[in-house]
């Protein structure tokens, strides 16, 4: 099993930064692609970004490009999430997942899930 704990949310004016955490734990975690995924009330649960176990990053989502990046580090087992320009459409909750080696946005490909962190944009 792999287990993934996300961290760094919370509330933040339009126009702020986050930095959101997923912490890996259990098997191998480099071999893992791990992908950010956000659901935002009343809507579905969609891709942002991911980083496959080589480092090859995919933009899901269009809307973030140019405002969020995604990396890893393989040392502290870690995947980070950096938000910034953050608007108030980005108010979701946001997870990690994870799949062996490569990324998709298929969201039922992924079989590691963390619980979610909640970030709020006020305008």
């Known amino acids: 099993q792999l287990q993934l704990v996300e961290s760094g949310g919370g509330s933040v004016q339009s126009g702020g930064s986050l930095r959101l955490s997923c912490a890996a734990s259990g098997r191998t975690p480099y071999y893992y692609a791990i992908a950010w995924f956000r659901q935002a009330p009343g809507k579905e649960r969609e891709g942002v970004l991911c980083i496959s176990s080589s480092g090859r990053v995919e933009t899901l989502l269009e809307s973030v490009k140019d405002r969020f990046t995604i990396s890893r580090d393989d040392g502290k087992n870690a995947v980070a999430l950096q938000m910034n320009n953050l608007r108030s459409d980005d108010t979701a909750v946001y997870f990690c997942?994870?799949?062996?080696?490569?990324?998709?946005?298929?969201?039922?490909?992924?079989?590691?899930w963390g619980r979610g962190t909640q970030v709020t944009v006020s305008a």
């Open positions: 997942a994870a799949r062996e080696l490569a990324c998709t946005d298929q969201k039922a490909w992924y079989n590691f």
